[in-house]
Every structure is written in structure tokens, then in C-alpha cells.
């Protein structure tokens, strides 16, 4: 089947360490996304690449990090400089435009500092 | 600049009854429309989309939404819903002229009560 892959669904995280979210797609998707959500709250855009060794930053990206080495896979870094990273992360992958550019998810990863 | 309003942070209806579910966007160029619907912990599924063509578009779950560009509006309704509609619905814009630019609502938490 094809789709997103999220990795680890949960994640500890102490202070002071970077950690790093993997998120894979098999949808031959050239735009990736990484999204925070808070609970309760909407979705806000941390970085998205809309090709291979290239990204931009979102609203968000102060004390994230991202690579784009492989078309298929797009990691996230939480570094120690994000001062409250608990929080649902979704990534999402968005069809060409001459297929309609619609946005598929991943299932999250909940990261939580302790 | 584009954005999206989604009017109701919550929404409560009784199992049977019908809902809808509102939202407005504001852009100066042609867009496509997305409703997502996101059960607790997990990402956001796609519900319908809008991209051309008829105004009514129906998708999953028996979900419905019409495009109205005069008024800028794609309202989300369902005539019947279930407890398994307990769920937050968020809408979802793509401009033509830039598509990698994706903008969420805030979202609307709907409940259903038996």
C-alpha cells in the first residue's frame, strides 16, 4: 500500500538532547511537509521541500532542522535550541499539480520532554 | 494573502441530526479546497476535495461540501451523523498560483451526542 510513514509514534525526549523524526513516503511525491500540532490546536508548518536537497522554512523552524537527501524521506531534527517541543508532530506529502495537489498524512509521532 | 476561517471551534449535535460545518477563505486567485477529518491521535484523512467542475462535491462517510466562490465559502455538511463522527474537521486551501502553499483553518471539533 502506498502512503506515509511516521517513526517512533512516541518519543521521549530528555532536555538537552537533539531527537529525530522519520518520516517516509512511497507516493513518488516530490512536496514534503512537517507540521506541529498542539493539543487542541491547528496545525502549523515547521518546513516543507518541494524537491530533492532543497527546503524552506515555515512559520515555525526555530529549533528544527530538516534534510532532503532522498525523494522519499524527509527527517525532522527537534534540537535542545526548541525550548517546547512537546507536541504532535504530522508529516504529509502533497501530490504534482496536474494530479490535484492533494496533501496525505502521516499517522504522528507524539514527542514529549521529560 | 490567503486565509482560512473555519467560523465554529465546536460543534455539538445529536446523533441523527444533521450538521454542517462551516468555512470561508479569503484569496485574490483560484484555489483548491480540502476538508480533512482527524480522530484523537492520529493524522488527518482526507474527506472531499474540490478542485473544478460541479460546485457539489460528495466524499467519504457521506460527508458533502459546496463551493460557493461568490461568497468564498466550502461548507461541510452531512444530513445523518453518527457517534463515530466525533472528530476535529479542518479545512484546507491551495492557491493555483502557489501551490506549495497550504493553508489550514483552525479547525472545528465536533460532538456528537446519543
Known amino acids: 500500500d502506498g502512503g506515509i510513514t511516521q517513526s517512533p509514534k512516541y518519543l521521549f525526549r530528555k532536555e538537552g538532547q537533539n531527537v529525530t523524526l522519520s518520516c517516509e513516503q512511497n507516493?513518488?511525491?516530490?512536496?514534503m511537509y512537517w507540521y506541529r500540532q498542539d493539543p487542541g490546536q491547528g496545525l502549523r508548518l515547521i518546513y516543507y521541500s518541494q524537491i530533492v536537497n532543497d527546503f524552506q522554512k515555515g512559520d515555525i523552524a526555530e529549533g528544527y532542522s530538516v534534510s532532503r537527501e532522498k525523494k522519499e524521506s524527509f527527517p525532522l531534527t527537534v534540537t535542545s535550541a526548541q525550548k517546547n517541543p512537546t507536541a504532535f508532530y504530522l508529516c504529509?506529502?502533497?501530490?504534482?499539480?496536474?494530479?490535484?495537489?492533494?496533501?496525505?498524512f502521516g499517522e504522528g509521532s507524539w514527542l514529549t520532554v521529560v | 494573502a490567503q486565509s482560512v476561517t473555519q467560523l465554529d471551534s465546536q460543534v455539538p449535535v445529536f446523533e441523527e441530526a444533521p450538521v454542517e460545518l462551516r468555512c470561508n477563505y479569503s484569496?485574490?486567485?483560484?484555489?483548491?479546497l480540502f476538508w480533512y477529518v482527524q480522530y484523537p491521535n492520529q493524522g488527518l484523512q482526507l474527506l472531499l476535495k474540490y478542485l473544478s467542475g460541479s460546485t457539489l462535491v460528495k466524499g467519504i462517510n457521506g460527508f458533502e461540501a459546496e463551493f460557493n466562490k461568490s461568497q468564498t465559502s466550502f461548507h461541510l455538511r452531512k444530513p445523518s451523523v453518527h457517534i463515530s463522527d466525533t472528530a476535529e474537521y479542518f479545512c484546507?486551501?491551495?492557491?493555483?498560483?502557489?501551490?506549495?502553499?497550504?493553508?489550514f483553518g483552525s479547525g472545528t471539533r465536533l460532538s456528537i451526542r446519543p
Open positions: 484546507a486551501v491551495i492557491s493555483y498560483s502557489s501551490a506549495s502553499k497550504i493553508i
Open positions: 504529509a506529502s502533497r501530490q504534482g499539480e496536474d494530479s490535484g495537489n492533494t496533501i496525505y
Open positions: 507516493l513518488n511525491h516530490d512536496a
Open positions: 484569496s485574490s486567485v483560484s484555489v483548491y
